[in-house]
């Protein structure tokens, strides 16, 4: 047997990116805490069509986020994992050998199956958010809070560590099928707060899912890595994941 190569992998650079991004939703997150504590009038522009009251630095989260929304509606080349572009035909690498429809289907199905069963589970936790919400026990200011957590807790995902794997079995982000799920996920303990702010963040971020939904029933190639070269290890330059494929090493 060969020796095996323990020498450590060089970060890349998109990771060294999400890592500054991850710091970046951390700080993010604190502040927001800081903001409500001390000055909680801000919470005001989360209330009806408040948003074109006056300005908050809010608007500036907002407007974060609506950027980090479109470029999931286009491929970007720079800095952004496959994981979220693989829908596009830019993406695209068809293997060399024919593709097994029948295998590429029963992918689908299997997968679609997990991700619906993250999506049970995501409705569980809104539901439970909804009720305290209702009741007096949550504000509007605790869900915003939940979201923004949210937001950090997404790149924690992609970088250190990921529940959603222990359902969906996949080997890493790139291949992950409810990759672009994560705007939706983020904003929907916001949907019980009706404001311009919160609306407009889950219809864009619905929008997003849906699209992302289409791809994956109309193009289902793209997804899988035995249909699309640049899905597998010996093809990857994000190197997003904790462990890279042993064949790497």
Known sequence: MGAVNTKRQPMSKVRKVYFARLVGRIIVFVLSVILFIFRPNEADILDGMNFFKRFSVLHILWLIWIIDMIHQLMPVKKHISLGSQKQFRQKFKPIVEKINYAALREYVISTTKSAYKVFVLWAMLLTALGVMFYSGI????????????????????????????????????????????????????????????????????????????????????????????????????????????????
């Open 138 to 249: 949550l504000s509007k200011i605790h869900l915003f809070i939940v979201s923004v957590a949210f937001y950090v807790c997404d790149l924690i995902c992609v970088l250190i560590w990921c529940p959603f794997r222990l359902i969906m079995r996949n080997k890493c982000c790139t291949t992950c099928r409810i990759f672009n799920w994560d705007h939706l996920m983020m904003f929907t303990p916001m949907m019980f707060i009706d404001s311009f702010y919160t609306r407009t963040l889950l219809i864009f971020s619905f929008a997003i899912w849906v699209i992302w939904e289409l791809c994956v029933m109309m193009y289902p190639e793209r997804f899988w890595e035995h249909s699309n070269e640049s899905l597998k290890c010996s093809q990857c330059t994000d190197k997003l994941c904790t462990q890279y494929c042993r064949k790497l090493r």
